[in-house]
């Protein structure tokens, strides 16, 4: 079965500098990987997702992640964190043909004025 | 589209009431997903229907929980009898096909005294 690790929890960055969060998952072949983000009291959001093709996928609001197949990773970055990014952010991973996705435990960011 | 629909957002009960969470997921989509959401487990997935069909119910906790979907826009999740250690915020999500997108509900907050 896949698994997902997120190795951080909890993460304070400042307005303006950049970010990376850190996703590594767990599965035999090639796998779908996903960034949400959850706001406080709100579902949760697609950031972007991987299926295929290139490697460095963009998303909605300015993130990207890149997929290191070698490294078993999907972390997902922002050149520039706006204090609006202060949320949840979870990494997914789905495999096969059952179209369930295993969820991370999520790493809760903090923006610093 | 009002997206993803669910009642009530907050749920206090006693322990040992049934309780009922409710979905609407978007119209036109074929899968919908119920998922809890605990600080100790994360994001779980319960149960997920295809065409109103259970598919998977490997994640359901126990017997005292229980889905159903009875037409293409309406789906139930029961916990009888509640128990304290079901506090948590359930959420309902759907998607058009597999691994596309979900679009998460706001969530129910569920608290059982």
């Known amino acids: 079965a896949q698994s997902v690790t997120q190795p951080d929890i909890h993460i304070t960055v400042s307005e303006g500098a950049s970010l990376e969060l850190r996703c590594n998952y767990s599965?035999?072949?090639?796998?779908?990987l996903f960034w949400y983000v959850q706001s406080p009291g709100q579902g949760l959001q697609l950031l972007l997702k991987?299926?295929?093709?290139?490697?460095l996928v963009q998303g909605i609001k300015g993130f990207e992640a890149e997929f290191k197949r070698s490294q078993s990773s999907f972390n997902l970055r922002k050149p520039s964190v706006h204090w609006s990014d202060a949320a949840e952010y979870f990494c997914?991973?789905?495999?096969?043909?059952?179209?369930?996705?295993?969820f991370g435990k999520g790493t809760l960011l903090t923006v610093n004025p | 589209d009002a997206g993803v629909i669910q009642s009530p957002r907050h749920e206090v009960t006693e322990m040992g009431q049934e309780v009922t969470l409710r979905c609407k997921p978007i119209?036109?989509?074929?899968?919908l997903f119920w998922y809890r959401q605990t600080m100790m487990r994360g994001l779980e997935l319960l149960i997920y229907?295809?065409?109103?069909?259970?598919?998977?119910d490997s994640g359901m906790p126990e017997d005292r929980f229980s889905a159903k979907m009875p037409n293409a826009s309406f789906s139930t999740l029961k916990i009888q009898p509640s128990e304290p250690r079901d506090s948590a915020v359930y959420f309902c999500?759907?998607?058009?096909?597999?691994?596309?997108?979900?679009?998460f509900g706001p969530g129910t907050r569920l608290t059982v005294l």
């Open positions: 119209s036109g989509h074929d899968y």
């Open positions: 599965y035999g072949a090639t796998p779908y």
């Open positions: 999500a759907s998607n058009i096909n597999s691994y596309n997108e979900q679009f």
């Open positions: 997914a991973v789905g495999a096969g043909s059952n179209y369930k996705l295993t």
């Open positions: 229907f295809n065409n109103n069909v259970p598919i998977d």
């Open positions: 991987y299926f295929s093709g290139d490697t």
